[in-house]
């Protein structure tokens, strides 16, 4: 057809990423789609294609699939939040695009919350459609989806996955639509198989970005609909714990924004990003990090054992190993106090696999290290972090044993899906630190 966008590449590691670019309009805006999509099936169903191209009037919007979806790559296993981080970025990049609001519907709204934490310098506002912090029940998440309903869905999806069956959950106002089903039908089917569908409800069911979002500084708009499948406690949640977030509910039951009354949304949003740039300011003075601390154990016995010399020489040897698995994970040094460093990583599972990686290379020394690992919102002091989770990354580093990796429940939390493996530690009291603090070690 004609209108439709071309469609192009960004690279992100070793994934090319699809992205299309629509509108010229003053700002960008960045669409981050839900569990899967693909671009040139939506252009071809009139109410997406009418819904994106009333974004692209007041903006200069960008869409993309996730990979793993729709016309991105395939390979490779199920992103992590780390890894859809790392797409948007390419994306943003290979657009030319600096600074973007983002739009995250339902799951896209997750890490579209981490990024704007992380990157608030690249995140001028922050949209969350249908959205959720987390999606699993909990007993302090009650609104949530147990197990056992998702044990439900994932046979539901082996058993009807592209017969266009799922718009009764996601859009039920068209549902009775044979037309529209056969065409969703096809949608679902190009977009991602049963089992990768699968794969992503269950990492999906994993992710827990409650922690993130009082860290949240960028404005922010909330909007659901009070009959979703996604229930609107998950929304209210959101404006809730997001200070200054901006709430809206809406009549209706359907999930996909541009079914039913899309023009209450489109207005909220036109309203929301053409006001909001000179009235908020954005806290770009605060960001979401990944902090690392390394001790190593024992380090006054080495010192009287070897003597000063042959000490400098060892803690020469130990800080470069340290280095290269710091660049290998496009960690940051912050600081370096005698025989301990202090490191920044914009993904958790990073910092993680970094510290099982310096615990490994510095045994060939024969210097055994405990390392701490925190993921929590950090004030930018010039080159460096300081802040309450930096000292909370410290206290957990000091206590770890020889030769491990300790992380707070927070890096747990978002790390789901990247195959990493804890074992719990139980819960500590971290001195200077308020509360209790559930604490677990990488293996």
């Known amino acids: 057809m004609s209108s439709m966008p071309e469609t192009r590449y960004a690279k992100s590691g070793d994934n090319y990423v699809a992205y ?17 999509s693909h671009l040139d099936l939506q252009m071809e169903w009139p109410l997406a294609a009418n819904f994106f191209k009333r974004l692209a009037s007041f903006c200069r919007l960008i869409r993309f699939d996730k990979r793993g979806t729709g016309l991105s790559d395939r390979t490779g296993p199920i992103p992590t939040i780390e890894d859809r981080m790392d797409d948007v970025r390419a994306v943003m990049d290979a657009a030319g695009s600096a600074t973007a609001a983002l739009f995250g519907f339902s799951e896209g709204g997750q890490m579209s919350i981490v990024f704007a934490a992380t990157y608030p ?11 959720m912090a987390r999606q699993a029940w909990a007993p302090d998440n009650a609104w949530g989806r147990p197990d056992v309903r998702l044990a439900a869905q994932l046979k539901w999806v082996e ?3 592209g017969q266009g069956s799922a718009m009764g959950m996601y859009c039920p106002s068209i549902a009775d639509d044979p037309e529209m089903r056969s065409f969703l039908g096809r949608l679902e089917r190009s977009s991602a198989s049963p089992g990768a569908v699968q794969s992503l409800q269950r990492i999906n069911q994993a992710i827990d970005v409650r922690h993130v979002l009082p860290m949240i500084g ?12 996604v229930n609107v406690e998950h929304g209210r949640y959101l404006a809730h714990h997001i200070r200054g977030a901006k709430f809206v509910e809406f009549p209706g039951g359907d999930h996909t924004p541009w079914v039913g009354d899309s023009n209450s949304i489109l207005g909220e949003i036109e309203s929301f990003l053409t006001g909001q740039r000179h009235e908020v300011e954005s806290e770009s003075d605060r ?29 020469i040897q130990h800080h470069s190993l ?7 994970h496009r960690g940051r040094e912050i600081d370096n106090a005698g025989d301990g460093f202090l490191a920044a990583f914009d993904g958790p599972a990073r910092a993680v696999r970094c510290g099982r990686a310096i615990v490994d290379s510095v045994r060939q020394l024969g210097i055994h290290v405990r390392v701490g690992v925190h993921t929590g919102e950090c004030e930018v002091i010039g080159e460096k972090l300081g802040g309450i989770a930096v000292h909370i990354g410290a206290r957990i580093g000091a206590l770890a044993a020889a030769d491990e990796v300790l992380v707070s429940r927070m890096v ?9 493996q804890f074992e719990e530690r139980g819960t500590h009291g971290l001195k200077g630190v308020p509360g209790s603090w559930q604490l677990l070690a990488a293996v």
């Open 322 to 328: 340290v280095r290269d698995q710091l660049a290998r």
């Open 159 to 161: 058993e009807n996955w």
């Open 121 to 131: 310098e690249r995140a001028s506002a922050l949209i969350l459609y249908g959205s």
């Open 20 to 36: 299309q670019v629509m509108g010229e309009g003053p700002f960008d805006l960045v669409f981050v789609p839900g569990f899967v």
């Open 412 to 420: 747990s939390d978002l790390v789901a899906g990247s195959g990493l």
């Open 287 to 315: 960001v979401l990090a990944s902090i690392l601390f390394t001790d190593i154990v024992g380090a006054t016995n080495r010192l009287v054992e070897l003597g000063d010399r042959r000490w400098k020489d060892l803690l």
């Open 218 to 229: 960028t404005p922010t708009l909330v909007l659901h609909r009070t009959g979703d499948v």
